[in-house]
């Protein structure tokens, strides 16, 4: 069974500074999607950012980039210029490609991101 | 993007009740749907997933006669807590997909039973 692995559950970062939020995952599969999740205080589920992992370059979305590590199973999320609205419960995700279970995502357990003014 | 709504946002009920839980997908349709529960600072934590015509697949623990899920078009699944007892009180949340990459979730519905 994949299983995703936050280990940072509290994070905080000054406004306009940069965060990285870390995420390990373990699988035995070689092809399967990875996300970052941001939960605000509305509770609304806001994909971030998503990668593919036979796509060796890491994606980016604007101040949010990933560092990903396919040999070392890591998948961390670098937020720049952090601003008050990236405050928020930050979900790791993983999902299969194909076979049985492949739309199902796997989530971390968060990490609450506080942004300090 | 995908829009997806839950209806109602929030809805108390008293125990022993029933109350339903409708997911739609505004502008897609969404062959797989998905729904979650998620306690107080915890993650979400899938119930169960449903395809559009058959029966939906249980997560282990989950009660499949107590959470009654049905997806009845490609646009709307719901779930029914049956004979709700304080303890379902939680905060649910419905996603849709129409492949693997794309994962659509609701806002979420937050049920208190008392």
């Known amino acids: 069974a994949q299983t995703v692995t936050q280990s940072q559950p509290e994070m905080s970062v000054q406004e306009a500074e940069t965060v990285t939020l870390s995420c390990t995952y373990d699988?035995?599969?070689?092809?399967?999607?990875l996300f970052w999740y941001k939960q605000p205080p509305s509770r609304q589920m806001i994909l971030v950012i998503r990668q593919e992992a036979y796509k060796q370059q890491n994606a980016t979305e604007n101040r949010f980039s990933v560092n990903f590590q396919k040999a070392a199973k890591s998948f961390s999320l670098k937020i720049s210029d952090s601003q008050l609205g990236d405050a928020a419960m930050y979900f790791c995700a993983y999902s299969l490609v194909s076979g049985a279970g492949s739309y199902q995502l796997t989530f971390g357990k968060g990490t609450k991101l506080s942004v300090i003014p | 993007g995908a829009v997806v709504s839950q209806h109602p946002s929030w809805v108390i009920c008293k125990s022993g009740t029933s109350v339903k839980i409708e997911c739609r997908s505004l502008d897609f349709q969404a062959t797989t749907m998905f729904w979650y529960r998620q306690f107080p600072k915890q993650s979400l934590m899938l119930m169960a997933t449903?395809?559009?015509?058959?029966?939906?697949?249980?997560e282990q623990g989950v009660e499949k006669d107590k959470f009654l899920i049905n997806h009845a078009s490609l646009t709307l699944s719901t779930l029914t807590v049956t004979s709700a007892h304080p303890e379902d009180s939680s905060f649910y949340i419905c996603?849709?997909?129409?492949?693997?990459?794309?994962?659509?979730f609701g806002p979420g519905t937050r049920l208190t039973v008392t």
């Open positions: 449903s395809n559009e015509g058959s029966k939906a697949t249980y």
């Open positions: 996603s849709a997909s129409s492949s693997p990459h794309e994962q659509y």
């Open positions: 699988t035995s599969e070689s092809d399967y999607y």
